[in-house]
């Protein structure tokens, strides 16, 4: 996505425009319009506003004034985050400058526009979807108990109903346990597998206990070096959010070289700006 912004704005600056007013088609082209106000549609917005801010602004200053994002969401952004973080997210990014948030739902996604449930169409450059998941057509065409979203149901050992009894399992966000609904989360797909291998390797599997999502809190970065972190023991919002939501993101990685890796590519951005070459 960066590659194509890149092109775009090299693109503009020469002002290779000749079938419509170059302005018009400027303001057309750098307009992103992000649909679903969860963790990756506003870290989405929140990373290219950092992007324009501290980059393209530097190389493309007139081009840079012009670029706008809208955040569509039928709901609330960050839903499932404390309201008290939530209303800090919004009043954020509502302060920014050609930041829109517009509460309504899309139905069109059109090769120059979307349209939102008002019948209004919003002319864009790129759009990037973030509502959610959709069953893969392997799961659609299994002739096996879904949930209501079309999701295999599991018992709470993540056995799938409907097949014999610990001969197939199902995790992940293509599963849902009977009667105990949890979120699509990285999390909560991590911790199924962890509870798959060792249910897997139990000598005795119809003693083993069933699987306990334990929740480890909620992150999400909202731009200018500014999180939320909604965690079971605090709430945090702002620069200290931010830290530790970097410092948890360390933990994560798979090796020492990358977690030696990272934080110098880091250093390196905070110094010297993004590479924005197009090689």
């Not at 992007?51 to 952004?77: G, P, Q």
């Not at 800090?88 to 349209?115: L, M, P, W």
């Amino acid at each position: 996505m960066r590659g194509r912004f890149e092109t775009e704005f090299c693109r503009i600056s020469n002002s290779l425009f000749n079938l419509e007013p170059v302005k018009t088609r400027k303001k057309r082209f750098l307009h992103t319009v992000i649909v679903g106000g969860g963790p990756t549609g506003v870290e989405f917005g929140a990373e290219l506003y950092d992007f324009v801010r501290e980059d393209v602004s530097r190389l493309y200053r007139n081009e840079a004034t012009m670029v706008k994002v809208t955040l569509v969401e039928s709901n609330k952004i960050l839903s499932s985050f404390d309201k008290r973080l939530q209303s800090y997210a919004e009043k954020k990014i509502r302060q920014r400058e050609n930041f829109n948030i517009i509460q309504s739902s899309v139905t069109a996604v059109n090769r120059d526009s979307i349209t939102i449930k008002s019948g209004e169409s919003i002319p864009c450059g790129l759009v990037v979807w973030s509502t959610g998941l959709a069953p893969r057509p392997f799961i659609k065409m299994l002739d096996l108990p879904k949930s209501n979203h079309g999701q295999l149901l599991t018992d709470r050992n993540l056995s799938v109903l409907g097949a014999p009894k610990n001969q197939t399992f199902a995790i992940g966000d293509c599963s849902s346990i009977d009667n105990h609904i949890l979120p699509c989360t990285a999390q909560v797909a991590e911790q199924k597998g962890r509870y798959l291998a060792k249910y897997l390797n139990e000598q005795t599997p119809n003693n083993f206990p069933p699987f306990d999502y334990k929740g480890l809190g909620m992150l999400a970065y909202i731009g200018a070096y500014q999180a939320l972190s909604d965690l079971p023991d605090f709430k945090l919002q702002g620069f200290t959010s931010w830290f530790l939501w970097r410092s948890a993101y360390m933990t994560r990685l798979g090796s020492w070289r990358l977690r030696m890796q990272v934080p110098i590519d880091w250093m390196k951005t905070f110094l010297f700006g993004r590479d924005t070459s197009r090689f």
